[in-house]
């Protein structure tokens, strides 16, 4: 069977820059959850009066987690612009099919940390009839990186690591670079390394 | 027995290697560290790519804000533009009910940003940030000011050509695209490392084009630009 035609050309990524935050992340963009109207944004880097981001208020159900972490560049400096988006399925491992938005978003600090209030997702299928391991699509975004990168949080513990089609296909010696650790319950750390000694992995599709 | 109907949901084609920026581009030093240097790993589609958030934009963030030259007391200062086009995927297909986010200096090139140091006035009556949905067609429309061109610290007398930033997420989490939209003619665009960046057999893809029948006489000036996104592969998934 003949591939479809691509009679359009896609238009390029270029980056998203430094000056992203009274446009893309919205206050309360990071929590998927439900109580904390801030989280995500940071709204002291615009004028008060220029904030025109409205905030957003939650009322998905379930136990809630927090994903905290740092992006740090090839010298080990911490990034403190970039924007971190998460998709992710529901705690039954269904992508858009409850009430649960599953998209989060997050920009840094200046010290390059991230924080993300949510619901830990189920399992999703996998190719054939596979399992994925619960996961988040990670994706990051920042000035210099001309392209956002795509990585995935797993989580530390968890059951299906071992068999999960995707982590399979990684590298053993850079698979833990794609595991969230676990601080205490109910809080991961998933530190992210855009270059270098330990560098997250990131995956094209 | 009736068989149960089976969902399905598309898949995406590759992406087009010859359209995009490399992840290191020295002459755009902050590429520099942040490049990661190991390759990507290829993996196939899941359930996790080809699904995205959809509907109900206006929830997360507020409800769309289309014409930036009426957020404030006054009217800003600038070339008042309309910029309007069609989002659609490699296939021309038109891309419905996605969220379209912008953002952009002012005039005199100033963003409201607090990192923005460069001496440029700020205007009290322009923030320079947009969103709209697409309708049934993938048509989106933003009144704005045509935004300055600034200069940029990456090397001897470099300036960012006028631009706007874009940001859309299409239908699934693997056709989100981040972008900025350029406008035809301008003399900086061969002189600037990010627009550089993309081969050059696909860079005038992110160039807005004054149109005549777009301009709405007396009052502001049409530019047209159309994004495309990613489009389906062959194969769907069963779901």
């Given at each position: 069977m003949p591939g479809p035609v691509r009679s359009l050309g896609a238009t390029p990524w270029q980056t998203v820059g430094p000056f992203f935050h009274y446009a893309?992340?919205?206050?309360?963009?990071?929590?998927?959850?439900?109580?904390?109207?801030?989280?995500?944004?940071?709204?002291?880097?615009?004028p008060a009066d220029h904030f025109l981001l409205q905030p957003v208020e939650n009322d998905a159900s379930g136990e809630a987690i927090w994903l905290e972490g740092r992006i740090v560049d090839g010298a080990g400096e911490?990034?403190?612009?970039a924007l971190v988006e998460i998709w992710q399925a529901d705690?039954?491992?269904?992508?858009?099919?409850?009430?649960?938005?599953?998209l989060g978003r997050a920009a840094s600090g200046d010290d390059g940390s991230y924080l993300f209030r949510t619901l830990k997702p189920g399992r999703a299928p996998g190719p054939g009839n596979t399992l994925q391991a619960a996961h988040l699509a990670v994706g990051v975004l920042g000035r210099g990186l001309l392209k956002r990168l795509v990585t995935r949080a797993y989580f530390e513990g968890d059951d299906g690591l071992e068999t999960d089609p995707i982590l399979d296909l990684v590298p053993a010696a850079r698979r833990s670079t794609l595991l969230a650790r676990?601080?205490?319950?109910g809080r991961y750390r998933f530190d992210i390394v855009l270059?270098?000694?330990g560098e997250t992995v990131f995956f094209e599709f | 027995m009736l068989r149960s109907r089976m969902n399905t949901l598309p898949t995406y084609l590759p992406e087009d290697a010859e359209a995009q920026p490399p992840?290191?581009?020295?002459?755009?030093?902050?590429t520099g560290l942040r490049a990661p240097k190991q390759p990507l790993v290829r993996i196939p589609q899941t359930l996790t790519e080809v699904t995205g958030p959809a509907g109900?934009?206006?929830?997360?963030?507020?409800?769309?804000?289309?014409?930036?030259?009426?957020?404030?007391r006054a009217e800003p200062q600038g070339q008042r533009i309309i910029l309007a086009g069609r989002v659609l995927d490699e296939q021309g297909r038109a891309v419905p009910r996605t969220l379209v986010e912008v953002w952009q200096a002012n005039?005199?090139?100033?963003?409201?940003?607090?990192?923005?140091?460069?001496?440029a006035p700020l205007d009290p009556?322009?923030?320079g940030v947009g969103r709209a949905v697409t309708d049934e067609a993938g048509r989106y429309r933003f009144v704005t000011v045509k935004p300055g061109a600034y200069p940029w610290?990456?090397?001897?007398?470099a300036w960012r050509p006028a631009h706007i930033h874009f940001s859309l997420f299409g239908?699934?989490?693997?056709?989100r695209l981040v972008t900025q939209c350029y406008f035809e003619g301008d003399p900086l665009i061969p002189l600037d490392p990010i627009a550089g960046a993309v081969p050059a057999r696909a860079r005038d893809r992110m160039l807005a084009r004054f149109d005549l029948s777009l301009t709405q006489p007396a009052w502001a000036l049409g530019y047209v630009f159309d994004i495309v996104l990613r489009g389906r592969a062959a194969t769907p998934m069963e779901a």
């Open positions: 893309l992340p919205w206050p309360g963009a990071a929590d998927l959850v439900g109580g904390d109207a801030n989280l995500g944004a940071r709204p002291e880097l615009t911490p990034v403190p612009d705690p039954e491992g269904r992508y858009g099919g409850s009430s649960f938005r599953g676990r601080v205490e319950r270059q270098g000694d | 992840a290191l581009y020295p002459e755009y030093r902050s109900d934009w206006e929830r997360l963030g507020g409800p769309a804000m289309a014409d930036l030259t009426r957020q404030h005039a005199a090139g100033r963003y409201v940003h607090a990192r923005d140091q460069w001496d009556n322009f923030t610290g990456n090397h001897e007398n239908p699934a989490f693997a056709t």
